[in-house]
């Protein structure tokens, strides 16, 4: 099984709501991500869990919240999202964070649009 | 942080034309990465390149890391309409950003038949 999955694929909330988006490898990669992508632009990084800890955090806001569970899930909860959060939400798995062949496998996304 | 610099921004070509596109860095890169994403799809992994000079083959696909690893391309030969979708190189940090891969803006490339 080479390949990542999201769910949902599409979420619309308000800006009041609480909703969390899910993520799951079975690849036995110990290194998982969240990235943001907007329209026309690159996948810009959120969050790195190496071995089910935190390891980069870029300055996201405290309303994303990420947990990672055990080394096969990931999760991202949201809570009073803004409009201009609504994005492409992308997973992706990895080796290790110190594999020295890092290739990452992106799943579909989750299209989140905050109203 | 470090930034990789990535050209055209956008690309319009024939079916059967070829294509290039160029990633540069001010600072000598570990390594660069490069991957695909089709319109409405998601990044999908292509190839990786660590060597000075390193020069890769993936049937049309022939990617190149400069002699100074300051500078990456990619370039497809004779484009089909399958290679439509953004091209994205991404260098991956290390130290205290190790796994952290920044991506280029990525080159849209268009092929009409």
Known sequence: DTEVTQTPKHLVMGMTNKKSLKCEQHMGHRAMYWYKQKAKKPPELMFVYSYEKLSINESVPSRFSPECPNSSLLNLHLHALQPEDSALYLCASSQGSRSSYNEQFFGPGTRLTVL | ?113
């Open chain 2, 1 to 113: 942080g470090q930034q990789v610099m990535q050209i055209p921004q956008y690309q319009h070509v024939q079916e059967g034309e070829d294509f290039t596109t160029y990633c540069n860095s001010s600072t000598t890169l570990s390594n660069i990465q490069w991957y695909k994403q089709r319109p409405g799809g998601h990044p999908v992994f292509l190839i990786q390149l660590v060597k000075s000079g390193e020069v890769k083959k993936q049937k049309r696909l022939t990617f190149q890391f400069g002699e100074a690893k300051k500078n990456s391309s990619l370039h497809i030969t004779a484009t089909q309409t399958t290679d439509v979708g953004t091209y994205f190189c991404g260098r991956r940090g290390g130290g205290t950003s190790y796994g952290k891969l920044t991506f280029g803006q990525g080159t849209i490339l268009t092929v009409h038949p």
